[in-house]
């Protein structure tokens, strides 16, 4: 039995995803290795849709780079496009709001998300539910909002403040910023999910991406 | 010291929700009094806009009856509505899916909670991902829709594998249909909440109200 | 080896609680039968300090009132205070709020027990963070008050919001209200232990009582 | 479509919090960048109330000393005052107690907390139940508090057994100390939450910011 | 395919379960039809050895009692002996202690237990550590027993006072007594896997038969 | 706007399971009504295939036999079959273990499962791994087996050890059977996922279905 | 008391378990030393049947090759197999699927398992449900398949539907790929005990090494 | 207000501990700096009872050995015993039985413990329930204990097969080896408490030092 070798498969790229969905595909970087990336990379080189790769590293980021010039990494959302530049805004206007400085990393990579994937987007920070002026504020930038990205950690409580507030839907990002029984995510995920307002509906923890998309998608020209 | 008596306070209603969000007032009425109840749809009375009951069993669905004759009582889904005919449907199209039998009462609630606001709402029963060719036949409707329900309890796939078909925005409700290892609702939660497909989010478990309320803003009328 | 009989053991009262911590008895009748109930009742009827029966059904506070002649149910919060009539007030007030109707059980259970402690206690509902402003509309009430006790349940976010609008401490009492991932009250009792306010400590899920207790403490009289 | 640039936005601090609450700002660095922490020390330069600085390492430290001389470094706790002196004290007095040394961090930062926000505190340690004659050989200083913090981990005992002692409210904060069945801290907090003695409130693992806090408002002056 | 039948089996007693582990057997009869307890009595009857029927309700105490005369049925423990008398105490002296009136009948059920494997056993209630003298006040008594089981629900803290105070090994018993955050026995559970005192081993919530036996086991004569 | 009416929607059977995977349909009654029971069995009729109801109690059960005369029920494993006559056995032989009297029901719903699809089927009870000697006294029949499906509530170990004696795969059935810290049958699941000899996969909690099911594909003739 | 020395034990392979099983032993590097790695293999090598070595790191890769030349070790899949040459495949066909990329390394494990303990093994990547096509592409091969073990991390939702499409049992494998709700692998894990689609029964998060295993032994020749 | 500096607590021993209780004193490492613990062990020089330093590591062992001259540092077990010889055997034998080779350090910790406490103590390795017949070639040596400490991690099934076998008490030590659904040793932690054999009793994860002196307290001379 000479010569045997293992089974060897390849990551192939769902290529017919912009073409069947209407939206780009992302590549989920962490845990690939960096020539995995880049081999991944090289396979979009030829397209010309938004392409976007999430969860990027440093190295992740230069490695696309290397195969796809004119990629631009936003290194605090952790995301590589291509091409740099977002398309022109169509339909109506995203608004992302975070609690506090420490959710800024997943707001960044939610609203990024929405202006590469075609939409217009503002981003508000600092506005926990502590300080409740600094919500009430900001209310006719929310209520001008087709859609409201709300990223809050800790007590999670920010979501239900904003939905009693505004007529638009609201998507709510749990993030795993906090200690102790945040475990890691987990308090402001139920907080969100038990929102005593209705209008508020919910992504997993530090999703900022998957909240920028369906954002994207709530918001999409009719 | 004559005379004391314990603090007594009332529930009152937010009367003027529909004017500052744009969507009827709900009440909530598991764990209310028939009592309770009644008083509140007392309130309601010369107000003339939509009010929904939730969560209403019978007896709740008669007292509402007797305070506000025309009121219809929706047993399946336990929702009593004011007036009984809902609005002239506007916006766009919301469309329910459900993937067993045992989900219908929850997916019948997000749609009526849907209808009752205002948009146009199809249901979908037994679509399980255990026969895919029962999804694809649908694809036709499911790519019509401006948004899409989807109410799975046990395995909660289905979410991701519609939201990988279609362009609209998924809003999934796990139900707390299965037994053992479901934990009551929690195995479809966190499916939905991991879907592998980008578009969904997630509301409550058997919130169908709070999915047909989200819904029907992110269908709603440009 | 005649006459074998198994151990007797008997329930004995903290006779020299009231004399050591201040503050009278409170005997939890949750689990007690009728006979247990009356015959602990009994032991205390040649005191005159206050006491209280917490978690008392119909059943426990008729026992009770045959022993104790005087004594006064308050059904809602299935409590049982002997004597009737509470002291006159003493210290600062404190201020019980809760988010629904269906907290109101709880609400009332803390209340009471801060005026049976001694305390002027007033009871504000229905002053959920979906409806801002009926939070603001009570700012004078809550910013005169020397502690504030807030009963929530479902997404718990009312103790944050008022934790950031005064100077008192707040006691947070997360109620079971709600449903699926409310978790029996595991989601509001997060949502309060991580508040982003300061100024916030926590009490088990639906312990009105201890609440009450802790509130009266720290109004007590210099 | 040149020049486009992702939105930026950037922390601001809740410059009226000491108006309206009346107790200063604490800025929590874990998360934050040395930059971050640098620029909102530099904001706060300008006003003279107390500032802190929580959850502080070395590197946060050393930034706000450069912006803000006089600042104080208390590393166990890690700990950042500014000014270095806190205040005269007022009030009543509070107490902190823990079980083992390795609470000391914890304890130590209520204590701090405490003491800059103008309050008396002194610190006893090592009074663990597994050896209850050092419980009660400070019956004493225990029973002249205002109010008494209890910082314990792995079993989560004494404040029970301190609140059954005393008439003054005690403020529960379980730490990560432990291994095993201690997960992270939830063993002590629900042993705490569970306290068979009344007159005990909790805080969240490890959060001796929150227990100082709360217990400066329970010992403020009338 | 005629005269298909399905499958049948019966439950076997382990037989030499005496001989084997030295200890009776014990019948666990929740779960199990009058019917089957009646079988399962009714195999007993030729053997004169102990046998414990446990969690037996009144209906599997009359089967038990139908088949075998002489049995006697401790209503509280939910426990059946078989015969009713215990035999001569030999060994050491086990002494059970509960914090709570309402943990008695798993007191019982431990007490007994050990009493008909052949102990001298002592039960002492309602020992709380909320009231230390309570405990203090039978110092003398522990100190005498050759293993002390100690049985407590809520916050589950007596095991670590009492291991603190003798040098008799102690089976720790949580139960299912309390409510919210006690999550139905896990508190007390993870209090005691976590005692800060050495000398505490636990066993399942509720589970008086186990702690009653493995005292035996431990109080056995050398 | 009149006539309106609610989207009505019915259950659908997926009539070519059969032919795509070679098993029959099996139709989960819990949470069905018995009318809802009633026209799935009529609309079964006309197909000649074995059809399982799952969980059916005996209101389900009189349903289905009323539209199909012939079917048979199986009360302990709450089972009804149409026809009531399993087919001729083909393949390997399925043995089903229990290790404890009360998971019985569980594993005839295994046993009749595995007959019902095809396959000789061989039922052995109450071989807890507390009595070892059961075990390996049942040696011959389970070395002789294709596949053991194994039964155990509580803790659990009867897979491991069965696994480590035998070359054919295991099948393990976690049950709810047990108290306490059993949690409904999550000790059990988590003890068999974790099983220390290779050879083990699990199905959910109580799923006897499933196992049979299982148990029967692998068991299938080449 | 001189020379006291405390008690040193080894560890002893499971010399007899390929005899007694049929499949060779596999030694769990994780947690052990180079030295206890390289100890154990050179017990094995007089032995001339597979050993595999199973969560390997690069250590313990050189230990064993040191000590058993011809060792093979695959670094992806961390398993060392000695001999290098897997056996000639006899029996059914394995065919291991996986969701993701990410999820490769344990599908390897699982594919390689079943390769080296006799059969012949397919693996074929990236066939996430969020793309059925993909899966739809690969059905002749499924349904070829004498067993399919399914490898995914999120959502887990792939095994229920590849059940649905074949007549042969799934393995499913839940992996620790994914972040925030996927709880280290809960998430799937918890879909697949779950599935809507019988035929499918589940190992431990990350398990290759044991789906591997069951696989070989369904599809051992008759 | 000059020279304010902040309060100052040392940690204390508990001096008295081994004439009140009849044990050693032992010192949990973990979390403690080389200073701290140095000052510790400066401390209990004049005293010439046996102390135990647990969870040391090397830096702990080296602090130690300086201020205890002839102290033994076990780095399997992180136990460093001072004196470093252990006392005359007396009393009964401890057993400790470990499943797997790495949950040696563990097993040792519970062997030195009892041994250092004055009891006589055997170590076995490798015994795992995937392999019968090695627990078996060990009943002699098992039933001639007074105890046996089983140490187990993964599926934690071996007590309860051990204590299926002997009359003596078994101790459980679950232990945190394993990985995915073992959740660090909650798996084998609820299967020890879940024992269906009578006599185990379990302590905390990992804990070898609790194990070991339970142990010794049960194995003490008459």
Redesign the interface.
């Known amino acids: 039995?000479a010569d045997?070798s293992?089974?060897e498969?390849?990551?192939?790229l769902?290529h017919?995803?912009a073409g069947?969905?209407?939206?780009p595909e992302?590549i989920?970087c962490?845990?690939?290795t960096v020539e995995?990336t880049a081999a991944l990379a090289a396979a979009v080189r030829d397209r010309r849709e938004v392409t976007l790769f999430t969860r990027a590293g440093e190295d992740h980021a230069e490695a696309v780079s290397r195969e796809l010039p004119g990629a631009r990494y936003?290194a605090d959302a952790r995301l590589v496009a291509w091409p740099g530049?977002?398309?022109?805004p169509a339909g109506?206007r995203v608004v992302v709001l975070c609690?506090?400085?420490?959710d800024?990393p997943v707001a960044?990579e939610a609203?990024?998300t929405a202006?590469y994937l075609g939409r217009d987007?503002?981003?508000?920070?600092?506005v926990?539910?502590?300080?409740?002026?600094?919500v009430?504020g900001h209310l006719d930038l929310l209520r001008a909002a087709r859609?409201v990205v709300v990223v809050a950690g800790?007590?999670?409580?920010l979501p239900?403040?904003v939905?009693?507030?505004?007529?638009?839907?609201?998507?709510a990002v749990?993030t795993?910023?906090?200690?102790?029984?945040?475990?890691?995510?987990?308090?402001?995920?139920?907080?969100?999910?038990?929102?005593?307002?209705?209008?508020?509906?919910?992504?997993?923890?530090?999703?900022g991406?998957?909240?920028g998309?369906?954002a994207a998608?709530?918001a999409?020209p009719?």
């Open positions: 039995m045997w293992p089974p498969v390849f990551a192939r769902d017919d995803r069947r969905r209407g939206y992302a989920y962490a845990g690939k995995q936003h530049e977002p398309p022109e109506g609690a506090g400085t420490s800024l960044r609203c990024l202006r987007c503002a981003l508000v920070a600092d926990g539910v502590a300080g409740l002026h600094r009430l859609v800790m007590d999670g409580a239900s403040v939905a009693g507030l505004i007529s638009a839907p609201v998507i749990p795993s910023v906090g200690y102790g029984a945040a475990f890691g995510g987990i308090a402001p995920l139920l907080t969100m999910l038990n929102s005593c307002a209705p209008g508020v509906s919910v992504v997993n923890i530090d999703n991406y998957g909240a998309h369906i998608q709530i999409a009719a």
